[in-house]
């Protein structure tokens, strides 16, 4: 049973447009949600993260919105850039516990 | 500043051999560790995580076990490799106490089992 999921399993965008990543749950007692990015090869590095006490959370050029009711967020990268090309998880946490729960990710092309 | 060093990088491995991978933080006393496992293209799925030294709590069953003989040190083990065991494990930390919200992730240890 997997109780987050991400849409779609890869994009491709070009240089300069927006890319909106997707991300549901089921856990209605999820209450944090970070978003982690993995180049390949390599380990995962935290990138941005929302609770879910906010609906809206912004870092740079990276923009999480985040509806509870629906159990829903997305991701957003403005003007992206082939450095962007990687692979995107969205998490979710309840209440601090050691069980961060991943999705199976979005591999992201940025085209130029 | 805090630095994860995970060994070795890769190992190529015969179905039915041990294996022992290893993992340290230098720079940060008492972190939370974490060990996860993300097959070719999958997602990362959390194997064990230990808040101190001595304590591994077991979050999935996968034939593999894990200890923490020091502070900075975090050890995942097996007697006897399956094929399902080949991909890539992750070491992480958080900073410690009731923190678990934010993970660092060294850079990994691809595993292939033949």
């Known amino acids: 049973q997997q109780q987050v999921r991400q849409s779609p399993q890869s994009l491709t965008v070009w240089e300069g447009e927006t890319a909106i990543l997707n991300c549901s749950y089921e856990?209605?007692?999820?209450?944090?949600f970070p978003w982690y990015q993995q180049f390949p090869g390599e380990g995962p590095a935290l990138l941005i993260a929302?609770?879910?006490?906010?609906d809206k959370k912004e870092d740079g050029r990276f923009t999480i919105f985040f509806n509870k009711r629906e159990k829903k967020l997305s991701l957003h990268i403005t003007d992206s850039q082939p450095g962007d090309s990687a692979t995107y998880f969205c998490?979710?946490?309840?209440?601090?516990?050691?069980?961060?729960?991943f999705g199976e990710g979005t591999k992201l092309t940025v085209s130029s | 500043a805090q630095t994860i060093h995970q060994w070795p990088v890769a190992e190529i491995k015969a179905v039915g051999s041990p294996l022992s991978l290893g993992c340290t933080i230098k720079?940060?006393?008492?972190?939370?560790l974490y060990w996860y496992w993300q097959a070719t293209g999958g997602t990362l799925q959390q194997l064990f995580y230990?808040?101190?030294?001595?304590?591994v709590e077991s979050v999935v069953q996968l034939n593999l076990s894990a200890s923490r003989p020091k502070d900075d040190q975090f050890i995942l083990s097996t007697e006897k490799l399956l094929l399902s065991h080949s991909g890539f494990y992750l070491c992480?930390?958080?900073?410690?106490?009731?923190?678990?919200?934010?993970?660092?992730f060294g850079h990994g240890t691809k595993l292939s089992v033949l």
């Open positions: 992480a930390w958080s900073p410690g106490q009731e923190e678990h919200e934010r993970l660092f």
């Open positions: 856990n209605s007692a999820f209450d944090y």
């Open positions: 929302i609770r879910s006490v906010s």
């Open positions: 998490a979710a946490n309840q209440g601090g516990s050691a069980k961060l729960i």
């Open positions: 720079g940060k006393s008492s972190p939370n």
């Open positions: 230990s808040i101190t030294v001595g304590q």
